[in-house]
């Protein structure tokens, strides 16, 4: 029994390691969440946003052909929904309203889902990212899109990003 115990001791110590790893990789905050797209390949990478008074989040939309789209999340006042935009090509430093509208290529309220399918909506950073993203009519929307076709993207994503990791 003595021989026993003893040996019990190495077994915990491993799995309170793996536990420890499973639950490192759980807890991965939405700022270094990357998402992935079974339809296309195309994948979505958060990054932090830093110290913006309107941006909560900031992420890329990577799409085929290396085309790549910036991303930005900001709460809307009236009725708290976290407005996302995906940018394409953008003039660098001030721009108008015009401007901004003409890179624009997608805007919507970006949603979650859980394991269980409860949808919510995307937190701002230091929160544990969710399993599942949903843009709604982020296809059709990139579809007509001036970076489709030609010399931009060929694949649609479709609306739904599945959690692939964590960035490092």
Known sequence: MARLLGFAGPIVLVAGILGAVANAQAACPIELAVYGDTQ???EIGFTPTGTSATVTNTFRLILDNNVVLNGIVM?????????????????EGDVTGEELAACT?????IYTSDDKGTVGLLPAEGVEAPKTLILPDLGP???QSRAYGGTG???VPSDVFAMKGCQE
């Open 40 to 42: 296309s390949g195309a």
């Open 141 to 143: 929307g990139l579809r």
């Open 75 to 91: 709460w809307t006042q009236d009725v708290s929904r976290p407005n996302g935009a995906l940018l394409y090509k953008c003039p």
């Open 105 to 109: 290529l997608w805007n919507g309220v």
């Open 153 to 155: 993207f060929s694949k």
